[in-house]
């Protein structure tokens, strides 16, 4: 048997093994293959993780006897050797997943140093200082990752010595208190571990890897991947690599770029470094590093290396890069490249932007696209004309803005969250340890680290607003206090952030809605290039109509008609609709109705002309428009024990009372879900639905009349039988036959039903001759199919099952494909096939969710309607199911 290769030098990968090599170790390969100045190094694979943990956690077994060959060869190629005093080489030890997950896992720097090595690097670069603060630096992250020490203790520690030195910063302590701080770092290793800090190179490094394969399954890191939907299955590979030293003096450096601007798109190299520092100072957000631009002037040589490089890593990838480098006494190295996570926007212009460099196609940019990221850009902003009272600036660090109570701690923010409040997760700077806060809150402000600290990144990522670096604030975290100019905040003051420009406001301040950028829309027109499947909106009023008009809708899927009997100035003549005892005295109550559902429906035929309408007819239960039976009955108890029960009025008003009470507990039903709702109603009682056929028709007529286009869809409800159908459907096109004889005019209409019961969906060919159209109503077909009210599955076990995972996600949320989906299935062959000019499409909030639209192109449905603000992102994703589809 071959041994299984667990071990990769960078020269023998590439880009395209990410999967076995990790993102950052795959991309090490590429760029070394690439001919770019990279440290030298090797990967193990994920594979050996993944062994790692099948056998118990132990490394796998010939694992290590593949590590010292290719310690070897990254000796040969430095011209150094591990552990050796004269000339020693030292490693750095990198987690890296198949996804990034920034920040989640632990590196380890300047491994291979003892107090022989130590001495070693001093006299081989005269550099005594820079010796010992490489090792304090290693001692200190080895026993914060691999002995898990609080780092708190090294800090405290190095406290005391710069006191005893006498001075403010780290790089101003002398040799000797680098030194005494190394002997005090290994004093506090044994006491709280017991044993000394490992000497040999070789057990470090052992101990290192092992950590590394641990850290994937860190808190931290399982809640990163739950967070972003990444499998625990994928495990992580470790990059050992020789170390390049940024803090040799200053003309060393470490830093951290984009080549596009990851907050607009702008094509501008854009980015952070830090002189005489090593790796985790800049990304630690622990001094404000320096803007990369001014390196240009600083060093306009290494910068004019960096952006040729930057340049060819773009091309190369076809795509944003973020690239960390390293600057040893004036050679630049490359660390990492990755595609870079950017905003909505900015990704939307970059994409727009490489389309028309001509680096990638349309299709491509497309695709590029996160359709669940645009929701965050047509979230809302500040709005222009709302008065501000800004009480500093920091960095715009996440564009958006966000209102809240201000929190000092991540469990705060997350209990407070989950709680259902607004809050602003505020601190000095955020670590991953506070991702679940940072999930919770709002939006995110600090008072320390750049553009690409750790909160910049992980807000962007998430499309929460953050506003960082704004060191006007004073964080006082013991006393949870945040003081600005004088002025204390404590965790009840409400504060706004704008992420955008980074101002800090005082208080809750108007937010409006947003609007599509030119890009925004090009990629649209693109994505409506590609796209086969219609998108429409779910809108019941003519502004909300004309909003779905704005963000592309191609005519409404879904208009509800209960809004407009809800509306106060009707709901006593729908209500003595629904309490009359005879015909007649129905029939006199929606013929008041009448004139005015038919003006909402001549409003939104307007606004949609040349364009489809469909309307549903009424659907709920009626009793939601009848008032509380539970109060009804108070309000009695009230009147017959404090009203004078001789005066007649009064009499008059429990008596009437009364008799609203019996209806309202008659009309009671122990499963209104279930109950006397949807055309079920209408069999019933007709004159309701003809009352609003009618509505319909006359709107129609008039429109019709006054030159307008328009197409009424007369939508059915809750069918669950052909013969409801055939009723109803023959009732609308008398009414509408009737309303064209009155009116001399012809209205283009059509008839068609919901199908949100199983019975529907499986006697579609039974049904389908009746309907010129289905519209799959998901949201009740997925309380039906699987039996649940979504209310209390929601509010009460449907977390417990995706816990237990029994459901990998809400069904409510995502369509159920095996479930729903092979109903739905069902349905559009057998309806097809007894009606083959039938339109299918969905009008549940499915329909606004990119998998599940992925899932309609699968089973080739004619058109999705969803929220008028969902409507670009349903574009976006019809646009890559069709490309999807194509490419299978
Ligand atoms: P993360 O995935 O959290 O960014 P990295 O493995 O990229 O962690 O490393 C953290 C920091 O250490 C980065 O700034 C990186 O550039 C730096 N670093 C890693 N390896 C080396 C090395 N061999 N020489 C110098 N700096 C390094
Ligand atoms: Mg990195
Ligand atoms: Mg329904």
Not at 570 to 597: C, G, H, S, W
Not at 746 to 771: C, F, H, Q, S
Not at 827 to 846: M, Q, S
């Amino acid at each position: 048997m071959v041994d299984k290769k667990y071990v990769y030098l960078f020269r023998e990968g590439s880009a395209g093994m990410k999967n076995l090599l990790g993102g950052k170790g795959a991309n090490l390969a590429e760029m070394t293959n690439i001919g770019l100045s990279v440290p030298q190094g090797f990967t193990i694979t994920t594979e050996a993780c993944l062994e790692y943990y099948e056998e118990g956690e132990q490394l796998p077994e010939g694992l290590w006897e593949q590590i010292l060959p290719a310690i070897r060869d990254v000796e040969d190629q430095s011209g150094k050797k591990f552990g050796d005093p004269q000339n020693p080489l030292l490693v750095s030890v990198r987690s890296g997943a198949r996804i990034s997950m920034p920040g989640m896992m632990d590196t380890i720097l300047n491994l291979g140093l003892n107090p022989d090595t130590a001495n070693g690097v001093s006299e081989a670069t005269g550099n005594p200082r820079f010796a010992h603060d490489c090792y304090r630096r290693f001692i200190q992250m080895f026993g914060d990752v691999v002995l898990g020490i609080s780092s708190h203790k090294f800090e405290n520690i190095l406290e005391d010595v710069k006191d005893k030195q006498g001075v403010r910063y780290d790089s101003e302590l002398s040799p000797e208190s680098l030194q005494e701080l190394v002997l005090e770092f290994k004093k506090l290793v044994k006491q709280e571990t017991g044993v000394p800090f490992p000497d040999d190179p070789y057990e470090q490094l052992r101990q290192a890897i092992t950590a590394v394969f641990k850290s994937w399954n860190n808190h931290r890191a399982i809640v990163y991947r739950k967070a972003n939907g990444i499998p625990d299955s994928y495990g992580t590979a470790v990059n050992v690599q020789s170390m390049v030293f940024g803090n040799m003096g200053n003309d060393s450096g470490t830093g951290v770029a984009f080549t596009r601007n990851p907050s607009t798109g702008e094509r501008h190299l854009y980015g952070e470094y830090l002189m005489n520092a090593q790796g985790e100072d800049v990304v630690a957000g622990i001094r404000t590093p320096q803007p990369i631009d001014s390196l240009q002037s600083e060093n306009p040589a290494i910068y004019q290396q960096f952006c040729d490089i930057a340049a060819l890593l773009e091309n190369h990838y076809r795509n944003m890069q973020d690239i960390e480098f390293t600057i040893e006494k004036g050679r630049l190295y490359i660390l990492q490249t990755r595609n870079g996570k950017c905003t909505a926007s900015a990704a939307i212009r970059i994409a727009v932007e490489l389309c028309q460099e001509g680096l990638i196609t349309k299709e491509e940019a497309v695709e590029r696209i996160d359709p669940q990221q645009l929701d965050k850009l047509l979230h809302r902003r500040i709005d222009d004309q709302a008065k501000l009272d800004v009480i500093a600036t920091g960095l715009p660090a996440s564009p958006g803005a966000a209102s809240g109570k201000i929190v000092f701690d991540a469990d705060d923010a997350q209990r407070l969250g989950e709680d259902g409040q607004k809050v602003i997760l505020v601190g000095t700077e955020t670590t991953p340890d506070d991702i679940h806060g940072m999930l919770a809150a709002q939006g995110i402000l600090t008072s320390r680290g750049g553009m690409t600290s750790h909160a910049a990144v992980v807000a962007r990522h998430m499309g929460k607003p953050a506003v960082c670096g704004c060191d006007a604030l004073k964080i006082n975290l013991a006393e949870k206090t945040m003081t600005v100019n004088d002025i204390v905040y404590t965790e009840s003051s409400e504060i706004t952030i704008d992420g955008a420009t980074g101002q800090v406001i005082r208080g809750s301040v108007p937010m409006k809605d947003p609007e599509l950028s030119d890009e925004f829309q090009t990629i649209l027109k693109w994505a409506d290039e590609i796209r086969t499947m219609q998108v429409m909106a779910n809108a019941d009023n003519p502004p909300d109509a004309a909003k779905s008009r704005e963000f592309g809708a191609q005519g409404i899927g879904l208009c509800r008609t209960e809004h407009m009997f809800m509306d106060p100035a009707r709901l006593p003549i729908v209500q003595k609709m629904i309490l009359a005892q005879t015909l007649p005295e129905r029939e006199a109550a929606l013929a008041e109705l009448l004139p005015m559902q038919e003006s909402d429906f001549y409003g939104i035929l307007k606004a949609m002309q040349g364009l489809k309408v469909t309307i549903r007819l009424l659907d709920p239960p009626l009793h939601e428009f009848l008032p509380d039976g539970e109060e009804l009955a108070m309000e009695i108890q009230k009147l017959k024990l404090t009203a004078d029960l001789n005066d007649s009025k009064v009499q008059e008003a429990i008596k009437s009372k009364e008799s609203l009470l019996k209806k309202v507990r008659a009309l009671q039903e122990m499963n209104p879900m279930l109950g006397h709702r949807g055309c079920r109603l209408a069999i019933t009682f007709p004159e309701i639905y003809a009352m609003q056929n009618r509505a319909i028709f006359q709107a129609a007529a008039r429109l019709v009349k006054e030159g307008v286009d328009v197409y009424p869809y007369v939508k059915i409800p809750l069918v669950i039988h052909h013969k409801e159908l055939e009723i109803l459907r023959q009732q609308a096109d008398e009414i509408a036959q009737e309303v064209m004889k009155e009116q001399g005019v012809t209205i283009n209409y059509k008839v068609g039903t919901m199908i949100e019961t199983p019975r529907a969906a499986l006697t579609a060919d039974e049904i389908a001759p009746y309907a010129d159209f289905f519209s799959f109503g998901t949201n009740d077909l997925t309380q039906t199919v699987l039996g649940f009210s979504r209310d209390d599955a929601e509010g009460k076990f449907l977390p417990d099952y995706i816990n237990a995972k029994v459901l990998e996600v809400n069904p409510f949320a995502v369509l159920d494909r095996d479930g729903v989906g092979r109903i739905m299935k069902t349905c559009v062959g057998a309806g097809r096939k007894a009606n083959p000019d039938i339109k299918i499409g969905i009008c549940g909030e499915h329909g606004g969710d990119p998998a599940s639209i992925a899932f309609c192109q699968e089973i080739n449905l004619d058109y999705v309607s969803c929220s008028p603000f969902r409507v670009p992102i349903a574009r976006l994703a019809a646009a890559q199911a069709a490309l999807k589809v194509k490419s299978k």
